[in-house]
């Protein structure tokens, strides 16, 4: 695959793909309409960032692209892109247990903190992409 020239889209499946890591100057997209929320997608090479009705929802360092992010009440899945390996954030439910998956690779379970960030790291190579699937316990 490659990045998100568009910087945010809608994919035929409902789900939404954002990110451009290959950028060299931070760009970003406010107020894409995407069943009925709003998102803002800050990008480029050193961090991607993604905003869902004013509210944290995915932050990478460095930035990557997301392809197919699908968000559930118990679950959020995707494939993820970047040069190399990323240090990724997401905002869950605070003070709760999820089980993480990496390529079907159970990662283990951790605990989200008082302001319900979880934080993993994904081994990425340049061109490959990884699925992410977080579970709530």
């Known amino acids: ?7 945010i889209r809608k994919e035929s499946d ?4 954002f990110g ?3 950028l060299d100057v931070k760009t970003k997209v406010s107020d894409f ?3 009925g929320d709003l ?18 929802v995915y932050e990478s360092v460095p930035g990557t692209a997301v392809f ?5 009440e118990n679950e959020i899945s995707f494939q993820v892109e970047g040069a190399e390996n990323a240090q990724i954030t ?3 439910e605070a003070e709760k247990e999820y089980k993480i998956l990496m390529d079907d690779v159970n990662l283990g379970k951790m605990k989200t903190n008082l302001g319900g960030k979880l934080v993993f790291s994904a081994e990425l190579t340049d061109g490959e ?3 992410v699937k977080v579970v709530k316990l």
């Open 33 to 35: 309409e995407h069943e």
């Open 1 to 7: 695959m490659a990045v998100i020239q568009e910087l």
């Open 39 to 56: 998102f803002k997608v800050k990008t480029y090479e050193k961090i991607t960032k993604l905003e869902k009705n004013g509210m944290f």
């Open 20 to 22: 451009n890591y290959k």
């Open 68 to 72: 197919h992010l699908n968000m559930k």
């Open 14 to 17: 409902g789900t939404i793909s």
């Open 129 to 131: 992409q990884a699925f």
């Open 90 to 92: 997401l905002e869950l």
